[in-house]
Nanobody, 116 residues
């Protein structure tokens, strides 16, 4: 069955870094665009970063540009989100998503908390 499993979340101080990973299985990973979303308490889920199936195209939420980097390894069926210079407003549950219209698959999420 399809599985997306996120890892790498945790508590970090402002200005710190985290690297999120998402391991995919149960579908042809290299055919799918991959995204990271986040949802903070009381807020709607928002798209943070997206990467095309080959890794050649990326796009980012304006507020994370220059701080976050999305990447993928199609040989390992993994997608990553490197997050640098983290801010308290980055606190949220982070989800990875696989998309190849009309199919969408979601992971269960990993908590990122930025606090001193």
């Amino acid at each position: 069955q399809v599985q997306l499993v996120e890892s790498g979340g945790g508590l970090v101080q402002p200005g710190g870094s985290l690297r999120l990973s998402c391991t995919a299985s149960g579908f042809t990973f290299s055919f799918y665009a991959m995204s990271w979303y986040r949802q903070a308490p009381g807020k709607e889920r928002e798209l943070v970063a997206v990467i095309g199936s080959t890794g050649s195209n990326t796009n980012y939420l304006n507020s994370v540009k220059g701080r976050f980097t999305i990447s993928r390894d199609n040989a390992k069926n993994m997608v990553y989100l490197q997050m640098n210079n983290l801010k308290p407003e980055d606190t949220a549950v982070y989800y990875c998503k696989a998309n190849r219209d009309p199919k969408n698959y979601w992971g269960q999420g990993t908590q990122v908390t930025v606090s001193s």
